[in-house]
């Protein structure tokens, strides 16, 4: 059981990252084909990365955390 919810840990921080850097590709693709529409806010256009870094480090350390519990669990037996 420990060693399937480890799998499914390792799948999970993949898919956080995958997501996060999907998610800044696109956004540096789509401020430099419409530079325009970011010269209008008073936010540069990184900023959304930086919202979605922050969150993306939130889960990833509770994800990480809960893989050391479980390592240490697994090492015990």
């Known amino acids: 059981m420990l060693k399937k919810c480890n799998g499914i840990l390792n ?3 993949s898919l956080i ?5 999907g998610y800044a590709i696109y956004a540096y693709w789509d401020y430099k084909t419409h530079p325009e529409l970011y010269a ?12 979605y870094g922050i ?15 479980i ?6 037996q």
Do not use: D, E, H
């Open 11 to 13: 799948i999970l921080i």
């Open 40 to 51: 209008m806010q008073s936010a540069p256009w990184y900023t959304g990365v930086f919202v």
């Open 71 to 76: 390592w240490r669990k697994l090492n015990r």
């Open 55 to 69: 969150v993306m480090m939130i889960l990833l350390s509770a994800a990480i955390m809960i893989k050391l519990i």
């Open 17 to 21: 990252i995958g997501v996060f850097m």
